[in-house]
C-alpha cells in the first residue's frame, strides 16, 4: 500500500514563499510520476505540477510557472513543490499524487493511482 503525507502548509502574506514536502512510503517511489494539485474554496481540484520519475521532466499550470517548482529526492522518498511569490489566489488545499510513470505529463486526475489528504496553504493580501 502506498501512503502520501503533505506538510509544510500554512499562513504566508502576498509575496512569500513556501515549501511542500510530500513523502511517500513504499519502496517503489522511483517508479512513480508525482504531480501536485490544489482545491481552493468554492472551485474544482486543478492540476499544479508534474515531475517524471526521476525529475528530469517537470510541467506546470500556467497560473504558477515561473513561480512554482517541483522537484524530488527518490533517496528520501519523497517530492517538493517550492513556492515563491505567492498570491491570494494561491489559496488552496494543495495534494500530492501518484501514478505509475507513464512518460508523458498529466493532469488529469484519473490517471493518478494515490492521493495525499492535503495540506492548507493561505496567502494574505
Known amino acids: 500500500q502506498v501512503q502520501l503525507v503533505e506538510s509544510g502548509g500554512g499562513l504566508v502574506q502576498a509575496g512569500g514563499s513556501l515549501r511542500l514536502s510530500c513523502a511517500v512510503s513504499g519502496r517503489t517511489f522511483r517508479t512513480y510520476d508525482m504531480g501536485w494539485f490544489r482545491r481552493a474554496p468554492g472551485k474544482e481540484r486543478e492540476f499544479v505540477a508534474w515531475s517524471s520519475w526521476n525529475g528530469g521532466s517537470t510541467r506546470y499550470a500556467d497560473s504558477v510557472k515561473g513561480r512554482f517548482t517541483i522537484s524530488r529526492d527518490n533517496a528520501k522518498n519523497t517530492v517538493y513543490l517550492q513556492m515563491n511569490s505567492l498570491k491570494p489566489e494561491d489559496t488552496a488545499v494543495y495534494y500530492c499524487?501518484?501514478?505509475?510513470?507513464?512518460?508523458?505529463?498529466?493532469?488529469?486526475?484519473?490517471?493518478?493511482?494515490?492521493w495525499g489528504q492535503g495540506t492548507q496553504v493561505t496567502v494574505s493580501s
Open positions: 499524487a501518484a501514478n505509475q510513470a507513464l512518460g508523458v505529463p498529466t493532469g488529469r486526475e484519473e490517471l493518478y493511482d494515490y
